[in-house]
T-cell receptor
Framework: KAGVTQTPRYLIKTRGQQVTLSCSPI?????VSWYQQTPGQGLQFLFE???????NKGNFPGRFSGRQFSNSRSEMNVSTLELGDSALYLC????????????FGEGSRLTVL | AQSVTQLGSHVSVSEGALVLLRCNYS??????LFWYVQYPNQGLQLLLK??????LVKGINGFEAEFKKSETSFHLTKPSAHMSDAAEYFC????????????????FGQGTILTVHP
């Protein structure tokens, strides 16, 4: 069974640009969550989608957005990039049921110059 | 609000020694608790989880953790460290809603980097 796939793995952008990251969950998983990981702030929850609906949202500015498609694949977008957006963005999928067990991808490492 | 505190950002042990990584949580309701491991340039892998039932939970690679409600702790242990255990370890708590289900939002501790010396 294929794991969670995130693309691209690495990317470099400049301030003011926007970026779109993609996540393909494990087959059969209906929930996709996104996390930002930085050395200073650690792992922070961005948002969760379940059956194309945003079910939870973290404490991030509106520049961070996401969506989920009918095949459960998800994208997140960051507009007007800032230096502080440099981070590892992790996607996790789950069945969306009560266990709360998440399966993580390897992440997309974003560098903002 | 939920929170997780991992005591010690760095822990160093000798190969074959006991591994003890400490985690304390704060939650207004009985939580679901998790330990994840992250190797360099990789995502997080679930080691073990506690939801309900037996408070001593066994995970992969010989790790186990004990849920102690009175101490609000969920410490991770392994009797004998191996070089391959060197990684960063994260304790996490899941939010439980009024219906008793948990969703994809985890609150993570700051992580503990485990170093294993030969």
């Amino acid at each position: 069974k294929a794991g969670v796939t995130q693309t691209p793995r690495y990317l470099i952008k400049t301030r003011g640009q926007q970026v779109t990251l993609s996540c393909s969950p494990i087959s059969g998983h209906r929930s996709v969550s996104w996390y930002q990981q930085t050395p200073g702030q650690g792992l922070q929850f961005l948002f969760e989608y379940f059956s194309e609906t945003q079910r939870n949202k973290g404490n991030f500015p509106g520049r961070f957005s996401g969506r989920q498609f009918s095949n459960s694949r998800s994208e997140m977008n960051v507009s007007t990039l800032e230096l502080g957006d440099s981070a590892l963005y992790l996607c996790a999928s789950s069945l969306g049921l009560s266990s709360g067990e998440l399966f993580f991808g390897e992440g997309s490492r974003l560098t903002v110059l | 609000a939920q929170s997780v505190t991992q005591l010690g950002s760095h822990v160093s042990v000798s190969e074959g020694a006991l591994v003890l990584l400490r985690c304390n949580y704060s939650s207004s309701v009985p939580p679901y608790l998790f330990w994840y491991v992250q190797y360099p340039n990789q995502g997080l892998q679930l080691l073990l989880k506690y939801t309900t039932g037996a408070t001593l939970v066994k995970g992969i690679n010989g790790f186990e953790a004990e849920f102690k409600k009175s101490e609000t702790s969920f410490h991770l242990t392994k009797p004998s460290a191996h070089m391959s255990d060197a990684a960063e370890y994260f304790c996490a708590v899941s939010r439980i809603n009024a219906g008793g289900t948990s969703y994809g939002k985890l609150t993570f501790g700051q992580g503990t980097i485990l170093t294993v010396h030969p």
